[in-house]
């Protein structure tokens, strides 16, 4: 059974950065394209960033510049640095692959971005 669990969340100022990690159980993540999304609330859950396996990175414009998606395949982890953080990218975010999110969701890490 394939398990997603999502780590690295929390309240950080405007400005600040955060690490998100993703780790699976059951699964490869080499295997996939794996992406990042987040859920804001009051919203639909939207994409944020993605890695191919070959390496080529697309992010959201809203992101572009900020964040950076990263694999570590022997740990089968996928990362999310964030930095120079907005109030606008406080949400929950979750790991999956893309462009469908193939597997089951995880309970996902909240990032709050407030002063």
């Known amino acids: 059974q394939v398990q997603l669990v999502e780590s690295g969340g929390g309240l950080v100022q405007p400005g600040g950065s955060l690490r998100l990690s993703c780790a699976a159980t059951g699964t490869s993540f080499s295997i996939y394209t794996m992406a990042w999304y987040r859920q804001a609330p009051g919203k639909q859950r939207e994409f944020v960033a993605r890695?191919?396996?070959?390496?080529?990175?697309i992010y959201a414009d809203s992101v572009k510049g900020r964040f950076t998606i990263s694999i570590d395949n022997a740990k089968n982890t996928v990362y999310l640095q964030m930095n120079s953080l907005k109030p606008e990218d406080t949400a929950v975010y979750y790991c999956?692959?893309?462009?469908?999110?193939?597997?089951?969701w995880g309970q996902g890490t909240q990032v709050t971005v407030s002063s």
């Open positions: 999956n692959t893309a462009p469908m999110a193939a597997l089951g």
């Open positions: 890695l191919t396996r070959g390496g080529s990175t």
